[in-house]
């Protein structure tokens, strides 16, 4: 059995490393730490790891620093918990850090503002994807309701210019009252 101190190290630099080359967020994030910690280390079986991905992704914060916390603590209990935490957050936590500091020079710099205009279009992309994916969910289900919130929340964000805390709170709040009034007034069950 290897001792804690090299399991902590192992924990910080696997982890540390997946982040610090590794773009694109906590879902091309999690593939890696899946491939470090089940395929190569074999610390964790698969089924374990699927299930850790699901708890993190369902758990409020970033879905890769949670990946971290719950493989660290499966691993090496609290402690280990902590290295897999600083491992994940300093690559982002630095690279930022520079970044703001040269923040005038990269401002004014040709080359950095063509790149930054790419990776508008490309998270764009991203953002219409997501937003065309969820509206065949909530068409699919043919839910009278949930299309016609679903609209009213785009007219109040894009040409009311209401703030998206209050759509979000509204919506939930009405979709509250209509999960109720199934449940209770009509007998539905979810």
Do not use: C
Request: hydrophobic share 55%; no cysteine; aromatic share 12%.
């Amino acid at each position: 059995m290897e001792s804690n101190k090299h399991i902590y190290l192992k924990l910080f630099t696997s982890t540390f490393l997946i982040s610090a080359f590794t773009f694109g967020g906590g879902y091309v994030i999690v593939p890696l730490l899946k491939k470090k910690f089940v395929n190569d280390f074999k610390w964790i079986d698969e089924k374990e790891m699927l299930d850790m991905v699901a708890i993190a992704q369902s758990s409020p914060g970033v879905i890769a620093v949670n990946t971290s916390i719950i493989i660290g603590y499966k691993i090496s209990g609290f402690v280990g918990a902590l290295f897999t935490i600083f491992g994940t957050i300093l690559p982002p936590l630095i690279i930022m850090s520079i970044v703001s500091l040269f923040y005038i020079a990269f401002k004014e710099n040709i080359v950095v503002n063509a790149i930054m205009k790419a990776m508008r279009a490309g998270v764009a992309a991203v953002i219409v994807d997501v937003t065309i994916t969820m509206i065949k969910g909530v068409t699919k289900d043919k839910s009278i309701a949930s299309i016609i919130i679903m609209i009213l929340a785009f007219i109040a964000a894009f040409f009311l210019n209401i703030d998206v805390m209050l759509i979000i709170l509204f919506s939930g709040i009405i979709g509250g009252i209509l999960l109720y009034h199934n449940i209770y007034k009509k007998g539905k069950q979810f």
